[in-house]
């Protein structure tokens, strides 16, 4: 039997070992998913304290753990930073950050340094999947010239696809089971392998024509969003001054059947992928003498969110005759999304060290996120309150950065002085609650 037979059959069988390369929001449950299969997985990354929770079978993402699998599934779990075990396994799946440089271009240091660190490893039969979000042309740039080097042949002794994560964090009706999966390959036979490998944990994979086109999907499904949330910022600026409740207008808007989708304004862009990914493709169109202006746009005004956070906190407080600075504020919410306890690049972390530079006493309480510790983009060192009627009594003003659904909504609504909202809970009246 040839090398990609031999590799298929050992897929269907799940006598195939999987290798997963980052174990963090993307990777972690790409590994379970393979675990529930009965697949044995290795998991590598180069987080000591990681790998030491995840071999005592404790996840550090709250959202996402091990209680599905049973005993022997999770026996077949191998998380370890030693990366010599590439050569174990069968297949390897690159789940990597990719994020910005100083200068707002991408970073690729993490994947380079990962290839680095794998490349003496990478034998004979091997899939390699990248899966980390990324500009077109990024897996024959930067993937390809280490294989070839290696005097490896790609489709004919090692095989490369590019498949995007699809994920949406805190999304309980679509994981990563029941979120349509794309897939591409650098040839034939890298895309069926990469089809057969899919199709065993998702209920529909996606086969698309070259790994440009599946590297240049994802960018364009998150610059939709990206584009189509700083539009409702937009709209949410211009309806305050209309004297026009813009929720009303986004209901009203939604039940045409056809041609509409609903997006949401708010405190900013925040997390992983929605504020970062413009920016790659902005990039690559730049490289090529194009000036991507709907990107550009977007992001200016996404960006200036935070800032009319803050006006509207100062506006607010004016009308109780308070100032800014030396007042006391509740954030609720610093997580950069509902439901979930990623804070990366979450508006709420710009706003509080705004309000703080203002020498503002600020203080927070947040359900999923308990310690707020020093990150990339942020020095904020801080503990979460517990909500209750005393704490909601002691400040100037609530400000509602992140709507998590288990929040008790009434309890901020009865004891808050003043609300600033800027998630459209509550409906604004200017006495009390202020939209923002
Ligand atoms: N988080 C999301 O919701 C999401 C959704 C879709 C796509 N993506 C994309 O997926 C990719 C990964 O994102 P993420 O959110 O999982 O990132 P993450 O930061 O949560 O996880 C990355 C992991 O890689 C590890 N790591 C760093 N360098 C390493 C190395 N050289 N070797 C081994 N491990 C290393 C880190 O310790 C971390 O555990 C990014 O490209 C992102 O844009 C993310």
């Known amino acids: 039997m040839n090398k990609i037979n031999i590799l298929k059959k050992k897929i269907r069988n799940k006598q195939a070992k999987i290798g997963v390369i980052g174990l963090g929001y993307v990777g972690l449950p790409l590994v379970i998913e393979f675990l529930k299969k009965n697949f044995n997985v290795f998991g590598f990354d180069n987080d000591i304290i990681k790998i030491n929770k995840l071999k005592k079978n404790e996840s550090y993402i709250n959202y996402i753990n091990f209680n599905s699998l049973s005993k022997k599934q999770v026996l077949n779990f191998n998380p370890t930073n030693k990366f010599s075990n590439i050569r174990e396994v069968d297949i390897i799946i690159i789940c990597l950050p990719t994020p910005l440089s100083k200068n707002n271009n991408p970073d690729m240091t993490f994947i380079k340094n990962s290839l680095k660190q794998i490349k003496n490893y990478l034998k004979d039969g091997q899939l390699l999947i990248l899966e980390s979000t990324t500009y077109p042309g990024t897996t024959k740039d930067i993937i390809f010239p280490i294989l070839i080097k290696k005097n490896f042949k790609i489709g004919k002794n090692f095989y490369v696809s590019y498949s995007p994560e699809r994920q949406d964090p805190g999304n309980k009706k679509f994981g990563l089971k029941k979120t349509p999966k794309l897939v591409s390959g650098a040839t034939s036979n890298c895309l069926e392998l990469s089809y057969i490998l899919y199709s065993m944990i998702v209920d529909k994979v996606v086969k698309v024509n070259s790994l440009e086109v599946a590297e240049l999907s994802k960018l364009y499904e998150n610059i939709f969003r990206s584009i189509n949330i700083g539009l409702a910022n937009e709209m949410k600026i211009i309806c305050e001054k209309l004297c026009i409740d813009f929720y009303d207008v986004i209901k009203a808007a939604s039940t045409k059947p056809f041609g509409f989708l609903p997006f949401y ?20 169109a730049k490289k090529n003498n194009v000036n991507a202006k709907f990107i550009e746009l977007s992001a200016k005004i996404n960006n200036s969110m935070p800032i009319y956070v803050l006006k509207k906190i ?87 950065l992140t709507d998590h659904d288990e ?30």
Not at 267 to 282: A, E, N, S, T, V
Not at 407 to 413: G, Q, T
């Open 265 to 284: 304004p708010g405190p900013g862009l925040g997390g992983h992928c929605i504020p970062i990914d413009p920016f790659y493709l902005k990039w690559i």
């Open 314 to 400: 100062r506006y607010a407080l004016k009308k109780y005759n308070l100032s800014l600075s030396h007042s006391k504020i509740l954030i609720i919410g610093v997580a950069y999304k509902k439901n979930v306890d990623d804070t990366r690049e979450s508006p709420s972390l710009k706003i509080m060290k705004m309000l703080k530079q203002n020498k503002v006493s600020v203080d927070y309480f947040d359900p999923f996120v308990p310690i707020l510790k020093k990150s990339r983009n942020s020095s904020l060192k801080m503990k979460s309150k517990i909500l209750n009627k005393n704490l909601l009594l002691k400040y100037d003003c609530t400000v509602l």
């Open 407 to 436: 929040l008790n909504y009434n309890l901020i609504k009865k004891y808050s002085k003043i609300i600033v909202d800027t998630r459209g809970k509550y409906k604004a009246d200017q006495i009390k609650i202020f939209n923002a």
